[in-house]
Nanobody, 122 residues
Framework: QVQLVESGGGLVQAGGSLRLSCAAS????????MGWFRQAPGKEREFVAA????????FYADSVRGRFTISRENAKNTVSLQMNSLKPADTAVYYC???????????????WGKGTLVTVSS
């Protein structure tokens, strides 16, 4: 059975950095587009970033572009999200996502992780 397990969340001060990781199992990892979503308290889940199957192309929400970097290591079945210059508005539960489709929208996601909490204090 497919599992996506996030790690790396925690408490960080504004301006700081965190690196999230997602370990996948039970799927042919390199055939999936991978990505990250986040959900802040009282808000809907929103797209953060995605990466192509070969790891060459990254896609980012406007709110994080230039601050966050997504990467993947297919040999280890992992995808990561390097988050720099964090803001209180980045506070959310971050979810790893996988899809066999060529789009990373909420409706297109085939598998979700359980999430990891990122809290950015001011």
């Amino acid at each position: 059975q497919v599992q996506l397990v996030e790690s790396g969340g925690g408490l960080v001060q504004a301006g700081g950095s965190l690196r999230l990781s997602c370990a996948a199992s039970g799927l042919t990892f390199s055939t999936y587009v991978m990505g990250w979503f986040r959900q802040a308290p009282g808000k809907e889940r929103e797209f953060v970033a995605a990466i192509s199957r070969d790891g060459v192309i990254g896609f980012y929400a406007d709110s994080v572009r230039g601050r966050f970097t997504i990467s993947r290591e297919n040999a280890k079945n992992t995808v990561s999200l390097q988050m720099n210059s964090l803001k209180p508005a980045d506070t959310a539960v971050y979810y790893c996502a996988a899809t066999w489709r060529d789009s990373m929208t909420h409706g297109a996601v085939d598998y979700w992780g359980k999430g990891t909490l990122v809290t950015v204090s001011s």
